[in-house]
Structure formats: structure tokens, C-alpha cells
């Protein structure tokens, strides 16, 4: 998870680079190619096609190894982003596999609601934004004739407002309060390794592996408001408490390469699908054969080189590959058989941290926060912690908001009922947007993704020690068994983009395995 996902993050970056610079810092944050970034922006779709055509490529290149009558059996467990994606990369290139899905929909977490908080109003109870480079997601997009609606077209609005301690603040307020500890945390930022850091390559990384973003704050002696607000941040970005979290999370938010694509146009968290997220999920579903849904996998066993799989309705089904899209969070709970899976893709599997983001919905009569001239977004050391506009650009009147929480917040939240819990944070936007109570319409819901028995947890999250123990371990296969989702993807774990990704790329190294068989 190496980009910003949340828009504090991108806003602490930006106050950092001023940090530094204020400091005189030597340190140089350049933006990426100037030509991709002018293509990005002009037109993200134009990425798309260009993927669509390397796609298309890739697929035509194997139709003449594809068997008239198979001699293989490729089943695909999850029926998400990820397998969905995979089997119709297979599909493309005449490759018959069989999806088997736990739930009785398809689309795991994506996941859309519809009139929900009003009148034609759309609501993503799970993965909501597309980043420019998202180049999987935003072909499948191309692909199926999906609009796109582009969160840039607010730009006369106030995009975000930060309220810590009672009190408003700027980006002047930040970096002022950051240049003390700039300079410190940049020759920290120097020592991390300029590739990724896995657990066969870390170089001097591991130091700050061990300790939290919790420690590490406290051992730079950063309090008061700042550190509530990097606290926060870390929080919402990551789902998990800053004394879980690897203090690498923080530090690689700030790398250069990072800060570069974060601030300069790729990762921008720009984009939604016009009608819902779902539908780019929905319309995969509707070009795959073979989907078994209410089929729980219970058990993983080897058989010669392929695999048995065990469900819960006590069917047993043989497949010569296999590829696992489960979260490893359900995973660790199935019974797995596997010759030759190493100690460390156990271990992965077993101990790999998964975030508790929790979402709170509530109905609007208006967007009346746009009156002042805001977006809706808010930052906060409040309960709600994070909220926005999630009927931003959507047709009509009424409005939906989404109150967003990591850890313990998200805990609480789901303490209590959705009626109290809404009262609370109605009362807590008051304070920032005065006339919540007032346009409040009476609808809401919350959304806990750890607690859903399919995924029990939001997305992966390297907790304390597991970048230089397990990172880059979760897509390593085991034999003909091979493992995607947004858990597997190097650069957009806890992303839609990181399932459609890694399930892609699991079918094209089967295809090039079965083209060498």
C-alpha cells in the first residue's frame, strides 16, 4: 500500500515537502514525467484503451493452445474483483475455469447501494475511489462502456477542511507545526531502502519495521495537535491503531517516488464509476460461465500436482490449478493440505494485519455544506475521524454522506445502535457544517467489513515487523496454486485496482503455463 489512499495523507505530504523546504532542505520531490502527466490528466480513459489493447494482445497470442475439449480443470475461489478478473482474462483466451463463490452475490467488496440515503442516490458501502493510474480498474471501465465521474469538476469548492482540538487548520498551520521534525524524519525516510522493501530484500528497514507509528511519534516527541493529526491519518488510511502499524507505513508515505505520484496527478483518488462501483463487478459476472454461488471453502488439499477442494455443502471438486482470491484473514480459518508451502507463506497467511475501517451512512434532505462553499470532506480527532460527500456529482437534491473510522473508532461504532450512533456523529458534523440536525432525512445504515464473515477485515495492513518478515510472501505461489487480490498487490494493496490487478496477472501466468505444457 505505498500510495496515499485518503486526502489528509496527500495534504501532509504536501505540508512535509513545505516543511523541508522551509528548513532549506536539499531534498528534491520531482514530478513524474511531465508528458504522462499531461496524458494522465487529459484523459485517464486513454490509459484504459491502451491497457485494453495489451490485453487483447496478450489473449490472442494463446487462443490456438486452447484444447476444443480441455484436458485441465482451473478453479478460481472468490468471487470478487480479483477471480472475476481472472476468469474472464482466461475466457478471453478460450480457457474454461470454474468460480466458486462463499456469498450469494459476486463482487466481494465491491459493493453498491442503491436509494439507499435518497432518491437515485448511489453509495459505496465498499472500495469507492479510482486513482488515475488504476490502469486494470479504468480499462475494465473502457471495456464495458462505464462512465466516469470525476471528482476534479468540484474544484471551485473548499476540497477539504481539518478540524483538531476544537480548532480549524490551514496547511500553513502544518507546516509550521511539521518544520521541527522535518529534517529528522527525512534522513529517516533516506535509510529505507529506493525499491520495495519484501522480506528478502529490506536493507536497513527493519529498524523502523519493529517499532510503530505510535513510537516512532513519540520517540520524535511529536504531540499535541500534529500528532493527533498524523494519528488520524495513519488510522483511517490503514484501519488499524498506530500502535499496530509497522512505522514503515509512515515513513514510505513521504519516500520521494511516493510523494511524486501522490501530488502530481497519479494518485488522486479522482474517479468513481457513474451508477455505482458495482457495475464494473456486475458486468464481468455477466460475460463468465461457471459461477457457483453459497459455496464456503472448508478445506485445501493436494492431490499429485493439482488440488481438492472441500465445501461447506460437502462437495469435493478436483482441480489441476487452482487460484485463491480469499482474504488471507478468512484463509488462516480453512483447513489447508498443501505439500510444499514453506514456513513463510504460512506465516503470511496466518499473521498478515487487515485494517477495522468501518463506514456510517447518513441521509441528507440537501447538500447544505456546499453552501459554504465545502466539498464535505472533513478531517477530524472526533469519533467520525473522516466523512465526505458520497453524492457528489450525483443527479438530484438530496444528499448521502459517509462517515469513515479505523480501529478502535470503528469498534465503537458498531457498539451502540445505528440510530444512537448517527445521532453522535450528526451532532459532531454540527460542529463543523452547522444544520446537520436540521437536513437530516432519517436514513442511514453502517457497514463493518471485519465483522462480515467473508472478509473480516477492510484490507491488508502491515502491522509491526511484517514488512521485512512477510511483505511480497502473500502472492508467492505454491505449486499449480496460485494467490491474487488486493492483499497480493505490491503497488495497490487495499485498492479495487490491486484485485483486478493480481487476479489478471494470475491468469496470464497460467496461460503462459499452460502454453509451455
Known amino acids: 500500500m505505498k500510495n496515499a489512499k485518503t486526502g489528509l495523507l496527500r495534504f501532509l505530504q504536501k505540508a512535509f515537502i513545505k516543511a523541508l523546504e522551509k528548513n532549506n532542505s536539499s531534498v528534491v520531490y520531482e514530478k513524474p514525467d511531465a508528458s504522462r502527466r499531461a496524458f494522465i490528466s487529459k484523459s485517464a480513459m486513454a490509459i484504459a484503451a491502451l491497457a485494453a489493447n495489451k490485453a487483447l494482445a496478450n489473449t490472442n497470442t494463446v487462443n490456438r493452445f486452447a484444447a476444443k475439449e480441455q484436458p485441465y480443470k482451473i478453479g478460481i475461489l472468490g468471487a470478487g474483483v480479483a477471480g472475476l478478473h481472472a476468469a474472464y482474462i482466461l475466457q478471453k483466451a478460450n480457457i474454461e475455469s470454474y468460480i466458486y463463490e462463499a456469498s450469494s452475490r459476486t463482487g466481494g467488496?465491491?459493493?453498491?447501494?442503491?436509494?439507499?440515503?435518497?432518491?437515485?442516490?448511489?453509495?459505496?458501502?465498499?472500495?469507492?475511489?479510482?486513482?488515475?493510474?488504476?490502469?486494470?480498474?479504468?480499462?475494465?471501465?473502457?471495456?464495458?462502456?462505464?462512465?466516469?465521474?470525476?471528482?476534479?469538476?468540484?474544484?471551485?469548492?473548499?476540497?477539504?477542511?481539518?478540524?483538531?482540538?476544537?480548532k480549524k487548520y490551514t496547511a500553513t498551520d502544518l507546516v509550521e507545526a511539521l518544520a521541527p521534525y522535518a529534517e529528522s524524519i527525512k534522513k529517516d525516510i533516506d535509510a529505507l531502502p529506493e525499491a520495495s522493501i519484501t522480506y528478502h530484500e529490506f536493507g536497513e528497514a527493519e529498524k523502523y519495521d519493529k517499532?510503530?507509528?505510535?513510537?516512532?511519534?513519540?520517540?520524535?516527541?511529536?504531540?499535541?495537535?500534529?500528532?493527533?493529526?498524523?494519528?488520524?491519518?495513519?488510522?483511517?488510511?490503514?484501519?488499524?491503531?498506530?500502535?499496530?502499524?509497522?512505522?514503515?507505513?509512515?515513513?514510505w508515505l513521504f519516500k520521494p517516488d511516493t510523494v511524486a505520484k501522490d501530488l502530481f496527478g497519479e494518485s488522486d483518488e479522482r474517479y468513481k464509476i457513474k451508477g455505482g462501483n458495482q457495475r464494473v463487478v456486475d458486468e464481468l459476472a455477466k460475460r463468465i460461465k461457471n459461477i457457483r454461488t453459497?459455496?464456503?471453502?472448508?478445506?485445501?488439499?493436494?492431490?499429485?500436482?493439482?488440488?481438492?477442494?472441500?465445501?461447506?455443502?460437502?462437495?469435493?471438486?478436483?482441480?489441476?490449478?487452482?487460484?485463491?482470491?480469499?482474504?488471507?484473514?478468512?484463509?488462516?480459518?480453512?483447513?489447508?493440505?498443501?505439500?510444499?508451502?514453506?514456513?513463510?507463506?504460512?506465516?503470511?497467511?496466518?499473521?498478515?494485519?487487515?485494517?477495522?475501517?468501518?463506514?456510517?451512512f447518513a441521509g441528507f434532505k440537501t447538500r447544505y455544506w456546499r453552501k459554504s462553499g465545502a466539498s464535505g470532506q472533513i478531517f477530524s480527532d472526533m469519533p467520525l475521524q473522516l466523512g465526505w460527500d458520497s453524492s457528489q456529482l450525483?443527479?438530484?437534491?438530496?444528499?448521502?454522506?459517509?462517515?469513515?473510522?479505523?480501529?478502535?473508532?470503528?469498534?465503537?461504532?458498531?457498539?451502540?445502535?445505528?440510530?444512537?450512533?448517527?445521532?453522535?456523529?450528526?451532532?459532531?458534523?454540527?460542529k463543523i457544517f452547522p444544520g446537520a440536525a436540521k437536513n437530516y432525512?432519517?436514513?442511514?445504515?453502517?457497514?463493518?467489513?471485519?465483522?462480515?464473515?467473508?472478509?473480516?477485515?477492510?484490507?491488508?495492513?502491515?502491522k509491526t515487523g511484517q514488512w521485512t518478515s512477510i511483505a511480497g510472501a502473500e502472492i508467492e505461489p505454491v505449486g499449480n496454486l496460485l494467490f491474487a487480490g488486493e492483499h497480493c498487490s505490491a503497488?495497490?494493496?487495499?485498492?479495487?485496482?490491486?484485485?483486478?490487478?493480481?487476479?489478471?496477472?494470475?491468469a496470464e501466468q497460467l496461460i503462459q503455463i499452460i502454453r509451455k505444457g
Request: include cysteine; glycine fraction near 12%; hydrophobic fraction near 35%.
Open 109 to 166: 467488496r465491491m459493493y453498491t447501494a442503491k436509494n439507499m440515503l435518497g432518491p437515485g442516490i448511489t453509495t459505496e458501502l465498499g472500495g469507492e475511489f479510482i486513482d488515475s493510474n488504476h490502469e486494470d480498474i479504468l480499462h475494465l471501465a473502457h471495456e464495458f462502456g462505464l462512465e466516469l465521474v470525476d471528482t476534479e469538476d468540484d474544484k471551485e469548492l473548499i476540497k477539504q477542511i481539518f478540524y483538531f482540538e476544537g
Open 491 to 506: 503497488d495497490f494493496q487495499g485498492y479495487m485496482n490491486g484485485g483486478a490487478e493480481t487476479g489478471r496477472q494470475a
Open 211 to 251: 517499532m510503530s507509528i505510535a513510537a516512532y511519534l513519540q520517540w520524535k516527541g511529536i504531540d499535541g495537535w500534529l500528532g493527533k493529526m498524523l494519528n488520524v491519518a495513519f488510522i483511517t488510511e490503514y484501519g488499524l491503531e498506530s500502535d499496530e502499524q509497522s512505522a514503515i507505513n509512515f515513513l
Open 441 to 462: 432525512n432519517g436514513k442511514h445504515a453502517i457497514f463493518y467489513w471485519p465483522k462480515h464473515v467473508h472478509t473480516l477485515g477492510s484490507y491488508a495492513c502491515y
Open 394 to 430: 450525483q443527479q438530484g437534491k438530496a444528499g448521502g454522506y459517509t462517515f469513515y473510522t479505523g480501529g478502535k473508532m470503528s469498534d465503537r461504532m458498531i457498539d451502540a445502535t445505528v440510530s444512537q450512533k448517527t445521532k453522535e456523529y450528526i451532532s459532531q458534523l454540527e
Open 294 to 360: 453459497n459455496h464456503t471453502v472448508t478445506k485445501i488439499q493436494s492431490k499429485g500436482s493439482g488440488f481438492t477442494v472441500t465445501f461447506n455443502t460437502g462437495k469435493q471438486v478436483y482441480f489441476d490449478y487452482l487460484v485463491c482470491t480469499i482474504p488471507f484473514s478468512v484463509l488462516r480459518n480453512i483447513t489447508l493440505e498443501i505439500e510444499g508451502m514453506s514456513d513463510l507463506k504460512k506465516k503470511s497467511i496466518a499473521e498478515l494485519g487487515y485494517g477495522k475501517n468501518a463506514k456510517m
